[in-house]
C-alpha cells in the first residue's frame, strides 16, 4: 500500500493532508494491530524526528472525528485505532491484551440506522474474553 491511498483517504473525509497526516493514515492503513497513540508515535517518530506525541493524538483524533478511522475504546486503560472504517466487530483478549477484527460476525446493529426512534451514526461492537493463540498456550501448558 502507498501513500496515494492515504492521501485518497484523507481528501475523502475532507481532512486536508499534511505530511503528518498522510503518514499517520498511511500507518493505520498498514498496520493492522490496532495501534496506541503510543504505537503509531513510536513507529514513525524514526523517520519524521519532529513528529511528537502531541500531534500524533491530535491527528487520530481528528482522523476518528472524520470518520477516516474507528477509535476503539474495549477497554478503559487503552484507546486505540482501527484504518478499517467498514462494519465489523472487535475481540479483545484480556490476557495478551490484542485487539482482534471480527469479520464474519453479522450483527444486525452494525448495519442499523435507527434505534428506538434515536438515529445512528455509529456502531461498535465488542468481544472480550481469551483468544484462540492464548487458549492454545494454555492448554500446552
Do not use: W
Amino acid at each position: 500500500m502507498n501513500s496515494k491511498e492515504a492521501i485518497a483517504r484523507l481528501t475523502e473525509c475532507c481532512v486536508k493532508p499534511s505530511v503528518q497526516r498522510i503518514a499517520i493514515m498511511h500507518y493505520l492503513l498498514t498496520h493492522y494491530t490496532h495501534p496506541t497513540v503510543d504505537d503509531v508515535y513510536r513507529g514513525l517518530c524514526g523517520k519524521m524526528p519532529t513528529l511528537s506525541r502531541t500531534t500524533v493524538y491530535n491527528t487520530l483524533r481528528l482522523l476518528s472525528e472524520n470518520n477516516a478511522a474507528q477509535m476503539i475504546t474495549i477497554d478503559e486503560h487503552r484507546v486505540c485505532y482501527d484504518g478499517n472504517v467498514n462494519a465489523h466487530a472487535h475481540f479483545y483478549c484480556k490476557q495478551c491484551r490484542k485487539v482482534y477484527d471480527i469479520f464474519d460476525e453479522v450483527s444486525p446493529l452494525l448495519s442499523c440506522k435507527t434505534v428506538g426512534g434515536h438515529s445512528v451514526d455509529d456502531v461498535q461492537l465488542y468481544y472480550k474474553g481469551v483468544c484462540s493463540e492464548c487458549m492454545k498456550e494454555k492448554n500446552e501448558n
